[in-house]
């Protein structure tokens, strides 16, 4: 692991978008920063595209991540429920992008894999490994700010093993 490096994990979704910086601080993961970004239901969908996209430059602004990490594509059975989240991506790809930081994507499958060795985790376990690796004494109460804590040490573990390969 990188002394220094930090993380902006992002968990896209239309209603609530979670996120979470961590950084590798003294071999440690340390969470900076993480939370949700809630719009309002009844808000025009733009509107709220266009809510998730600023809030997350601001965090970027004020955490300032070497890269941002956000959920890849999964398969939803509501077509128009999978159409909105890919716009909702769409819109935090945009403010990583726009940030300047390099972007990468992991599946859910893949982060679950990465914390807890098993990709048929369940939430609870990816939350409490989350909280684990953090040092978090207790559960951090919303999911969608778990998962995105969760992609960003997901990358933070493949950036070092990526490094300890190179030099191999």
């Known amino acids: 692991m990188t002394t220094g490096f930090r993380v902006l994990g992002i968990d896209p979704g239309t209603a609530i978008t979670g996120y979470g ?21 009844r808000q025009p969908f733009p509107l709220r595209l266009q809510a998730i996209h600023q809030a997350l430059q601001a965090i970027i602004r004020q955490h300032r991540p070497e890269c941002g990490v956000v959920e890849g594509l999964f398969f939803a059975k509501n077509v128009r429920t999978a159409l909105m989240l890919g716009q909702a991506r769409g819109a935090a790809l945009l403010a990583v992008v726009d940030g300047g930081l390099d972007v990468f994507e992991y599946s859910p499958l893949e982060v679950k894999s990465a914390l807890t060795g098993t990709g048929r985790a369940s939430k609870e376990q990816v939350q409490r490994m989350v909280a684990s690796l953090l040092g978090i004494s207790s559960a951090i109460p919303v999911t969608d700010a778990t998962d995105a804590l969760a992609l960003a040490i997901c990358h933070i573990h493949g950036v070092g093993l990526q490094k300890r390969l190179a030099t191999v």
């Open 21 to 41: 910086v961590v950084e590798v601080r003294n071999r440690s993961l340390i969470s900076i920063a993480h939370g949700v970004i809630a719009t309002p239901p």
